[in-house]
């Protein structure tokens, strides 16, 4: 199983972090030891100072394929949830900087924080999903699935031309505008419309 990541998919986050908007689709993996689910809590690493939530709706690939054309890219997902992309900032500025790999901000151990699943036909409108985040009962983050600068759709047919997906695969969506520290005793919890699919604290 493997968990890829979207990078810069909102325009409105591009720009907080002073990125370009991209032309095609960013993409970056994080290994299965990244995982953090059932609510656990997220242990703060010692190795940062800055550790950034960033909420992004989260689907899970349900049939194996390579080169998946947009128009079927739908029938390889059947399930979506709210989840964090925890990311070291200050080391994720220094690997910019040099031009480095992310791995080291982005794929440490619980950095994929993901929530419950639940059917996409549960959804009242698939073309317009909202999901937040909470921090301490303050909303923080909010988004619209239509709001994305690539579509799952176009998402998938783009990382299936290098990377066979295969069943159980995550792909983390990227994250709208907002996206800010943690520390220790923090609560985030994060919807699907009004649903608690995720609550957690930082430890
Ligand atoms: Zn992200």
């Known amino acids: 199983m493997k968990i890829i990541c979207i990078g810069r998919n909102y325009a409105d986050h591009a720009k907080e972090l002073k990125n370009e908007v991209p032309k095609e689709p960013v993409f970056f993996m994080k290994p299965d030891t990244a995982l953090l689910k059932d609510n656990a809590p997220f242990y703060h690493p010692s190795f940062s100072n800055d550790i950034h939530y960033e909420v992004e709706l989260v689907i899970k690939i349900c049939k194996n394929g390579k080169t998946i054309l947009p128009q079927f890219a739908h029938t390889y997902y059947e399930q979506i949830t709210v989840g964090i992309d925890f990311t070291a900032r200050d080391l994720q500025q220094q690997c910019k900087e040099k031009g480095l790999p992310w791995e080291k901000a982005k794929a440490f151990d619980h950095s994929a924080v993901i929530g419950r699943f639940i059917p996409l036909t549960a959804l009242e409108n698939k073309e317009e999903i909202n999901f937040s985040l909470n921090l301490n009962n303050q909303l923080v983050q909010q988004g619209i699935s239509n ?35 943690v520390k220790i005793g923090d609560q985030l919890k994060a919807k699907i419309e009004n649903e608690l699919l995720l609550d957690f604290e930082i430890k």
């Open 147 to 181: 709001q994305m600068l690539f579509s799952v759709d176009q998402i998938i047919a783009y990382i299936s031309r290098f990377i066979t997906l295969k069943t159980g695969d995550l792909i983390y969506t990227g994250t709208p505008a907002g996206v800010g520290p």
